[in-house]
T-cell receptor, first 112, second 110 residues
Framework: EAQVTQNPRYLITVTGKKLTVTCSQNMNHEYMSWYRQDPGLGLRQIYYSMNVEVTDKGDVPEGYKVSRKEKRNFPLILESPSPNQTSLYFC???????????FGSGTRLTVV | SQQGEEDPQALSIQEGENATMNCSYKTSINNLQWYRQNSGRGLVHLILIRSNEREKHSGRLRVTLDTSKKSSSLLITASRAADTASYFCATDESSYKLIFGSGTRLLVRP
């Protein structure tokens, strides 16, 4: 089944403890993105990637890192999480530039 | 930054009725897409309409695009309880990212 898989689905962590949210797609998509969704603020792009080893900042990149060493994987790294990074995170991928995106099921992160 | 603004913010209709949601945006776009999100779940791509298209259909969905007014509408005909969800428009400007609107929460009452 064609899909974007994110792990974990739920995560509670403490301030400052490094964490990684994994994202993997099995559709050979070139374009991948991370979004966060917050009440009243909607979906905002964190980082995106156009291909292996090619990434760029979205609208809210502060406090996040990404890497794209393989085409299928696009992990989101929070080096020192803070409570304002408590949010619902989505990874998404697209085959074509400007095409429709397939979204993962989301990761609900709580930083205490 | 939010590009699209949906209207209304919330809509409650009876099963079998049609639901219309509108989206306005601010800048030139390559295409406009509509997504559905069930509560707390991932977004599902519904339909994409390119800037040179005026209308597109997919099953019970009909999307229109008016680039002169920078607006789009999504019509869901013969709604079902399973259509209850939030609906988002998203605009593609640079082709590397989508900018999402604030969403319309649709409730279809059985």
């Amino acid at each position: 089944e064609a899909q974007v898989t994110q792990n974990p689905r739920y995560l509670i962590t403490v301030t400052g403890k490094k964490l990684t949210v994994t994202c993997s797609q099995n559709m050979n998509h070139e374009y991948m993105s991370w979004y966060r969704q917050d009440p009243g603020l909607g979906l905002r792009q964190i980082y995106y990637s156009m291909n292996v080893e090619v990434t760029d900042k979205g609208d809210v990149p502060e406090g996040y890192k990404v890497s794209r060493k393989e085409k299928r994987n696009f992990p989101l790294i929070l080096e020192s999480p803070s409570p304002n990074q408590t949010s619902l995170y989505f990874c998404a991928s697209s085959l074509t530039r400007g095409g429709g995106y397939t979204f993962g099921s989301g990761t609900r992160l709580t930083v205490v | 930054s939010q590009q699209g603004e949906e209207d209304p913010q919330a809509l409650s209709i009876q099963e079998g009725e049609n639901a219309t949601m509108n989206c306005s945006y601010k800048t030139s776009i390559n295409n406009l897409q509509w997504y559905r999100q069930n509560s707390g779940r991932g977004l599902v791509h519904l339909i994409l309409i390119r800037s040179n298209e005026r209308e597109k259909h997919s099953g019970r969905l009909r999307v229109t695009l008016d680039t002169s007014k920078k607006s789009s509408s999504l019509l869901i005909t013969a709604s079902r309880a399973a259509d209850t969800a939030s609906y988002f428009c998203a605009t593609d400007e640079s082709s590397y990212k989508l900018i999402f609107g604030s969403g319309t929460r649709l409730l279809v009452r059985p």
